[in-house]
């Protein structure tokens, strides 16, 4: 859906802040289904939720386009919300327990086939802008692949086993976060709004600056994904080899010049290098951060992750569709210019990855 945006905004006749309300019924449906169906899923079982929820996904965002106006198009992407995160849920797990079986670090790369799927997808979503077809015809055409696509690649799928020696307690719904946590989530921010506004926001913002051709449009928000990807396969070699806070604050510098890059472009080659370089630099900061929330010994670490998880897929969630308003009054390059102050605070929090205590925490 996200190399369509622009089409959906000139369809619907709409600003951006109205279109960025419309797109918070994704956050609103995630924000549900990561908060409320942890025990309903594994009632159910992961091989089953998988099969039914990845094609259903797609159908419902089919569905979601064909909204009239932002109201309804808020409304139809609430279930699919709810979807993504039962899949997030799911897949996160299945990646942590087939890391801990290996054990090894795999949880980088895991994030980095996710990221070549949004670059694949962002690519043929660029391609069919250019020819014309509607957006709605377009996630239409896709149901059927997506569903034969899950039958061949995943009709085998088998869950990985549960993780031995590990405590059986749930997690909690809700966890408070504690300062420790807090700090955490502010090395996070900057990559999550960033991200987060790359996909939501990049497509209309090459639109409107330059007037590129709808796949070039398309493009920008596949190609900070395809950075994300190659950066992410390959970063799980060096988190094991350097220190995570040396690991997090080069790539938060790459992400300042990126986003600056972006904020700051004459011309479409210069907005799209530093759309890759936000790419790189977002790729591993969350995972980092992960796992300083499991590794502290203040709390469970069950309650310090879910913590962490909750506050950050919040920002990641509604941030970027809440930046709408923010380019709609004082133009759409600020919907990246104003993460640059976000990266200044992430790259000085930085220090609570460290293994050993920090002083800011």
Aim: aromatic share 8%; no cysteine; net charge positive.
């Amino acid at each position: 859906m996200f190399p369509r945006i622009p089409d959906i905004r000139n369809a619907m006749g709409v600003e951006e802040g109205a279109l960025g309300l419309a797109l918070v019924g994704a956050a609103v449906g995630t924000l549900i289904s990561l908060t409320f169906f942890g025990r309903l899923i594994e009632k159910i079982g992961h091989r089953r939720v998988i099969l039914f929820a990845i094609p259903t996904l797609a159908l419902s965002y089919a569905i979601a386009v064909l909204a009239p106006g932002p109201l309804a198009l808020f409304l139809l992407l609430v279930p699919t919300g709810l979807l993504i995160g039962v899949i997030e849920i799911v897949l996160n797990l299945e990646a942590d327990r087939t890391e801990h079986a290996l054990g090894r670090r795999i949880m980088n790369r895991s994030h980095g086939f996710w990221s070549i799927g949004f670059f694949t997808s962002g690519l043929i979503g660029a391609f069919i802008a250019q020819t014309g077809l509607s957006a709605q015809v377009h996630l239409a055409l896709m149901v059927p692949i997506v569903l034969v696509g899950v039958i061949l690649i995943l009709g085998r799928f088998q869950p990985a086993a549960h993780r031995t020696g590990g405590s059986a307690d749930a997690g909690p719904r809700l966890a408070r976060p504690s300062l420790a946590i807090m700090v955490l989530v502010a090395v996070t921010l900057s990559a999550m709004v960033l991200e987060g506004a790359g996909g939501d926001w990049s497509a209309i913002y090459m639109r409107d600056m330059f007037a590129v051709e709808p796949f070039l449009a398309g493009f920008a928000v596949a190609i900070g994904a395809g950075a994300q990807a190659l950066t992410r396969i390959f970063a799980d070699r060096f988190v094991e080899r350097y220190n995570p806070v040396l690991v997090a604050r080069v790539l938060l510098t790459v992400l300042g010049i990126g986003a600056t890059a972006v904020f700051l472009a004459p011309n479409a080659v210069v907005a799209l290098a530093g759309f890759a370089l936000m790419g790189v630099g977002t790729s591993a900061i969350f995972p980092l951060a992960m796992s300083a929330a499991a590794q502290r010994t203040d709390r469970p670490a069950a309650v310090n992750v879910a913590a962490l998880a909750q506050i950050s897929f919040v920002a990641f969630l509604l941030g970027p569709p809440l930046l709408g308003f923010v380019a709609q009054h004082i133009g759409i390059q600020w919907a990246f210019g104003v993460g640059i102050p976000l990266v200044v605070v992430s790259f000085w929090a930085a220090g609570a990855l460290s293994p050993r205590p920090s002083m800011i925490v």
